[in-house]
């Protein structure tokens, strides 16, 4: 709390007249940048709403990449948190997947998309996309022969609006093979 206030000029006791403690601070500020999420309309083909909400959350993580360490702390259950998780559900329910298959898909499609935030850059320059695939290519061809390789390919998976698409359609396309064995 201390450093907030001094980042923004204020006394410690006047965050305190705002917010009791530093987890409603922090609420607050989940919610402000989930506010910045475009929910996309709960109708229509349910894969392209899903489609859509998932790269709408991927970009509002990367530009709130702090919001990983705060997830890691614990749940962030709030009403603009889980703004996003009502329209995932609606969009589910809709296309005919039961509670608790709505739940699962949505809980599912939540940490892919957050762990892909997590764990892949959103770009990596030439020269890093460079150094990678020379480093897989490096690895010791009797020792791990696949990982050598494929290593333009698998530096190119490491990365990118592709590499989150590929993993996208596979879970969606899941899900609709789900939603069929289940009817």
Known sequence: MRRVAAELGVGTMT???YFRDKGEL???AVDLACAEIDVPPTTGPWKDGLRELSHEILRVLRRYPVAHQMRARGPLISAGALRSTEAGL???QGAGF??????QA???LFTYVFG????TPA???ASQQRDVETRLAGMSG???PRVSAAAAAGAAAMTGDEAFGYGLETILSGLELQRAHSN
């Open 142 to 144: 009797a020792a791990l």
């Open 116 to 119: 892909f935030a997590a764990f």
């Open 90 to 92: 609606e969009i589910l």
């Open 106 to 108: 949505w809980r599912l």
């Open 26 to 28: 922090m609420d607050a």
């Open 15 to 17: 965050l305190y007249g």
């Open 123 to 125: 770009t990596l320059s």
């Open 98 to 103: 039961s509670q608790a298959e709505s739940a």
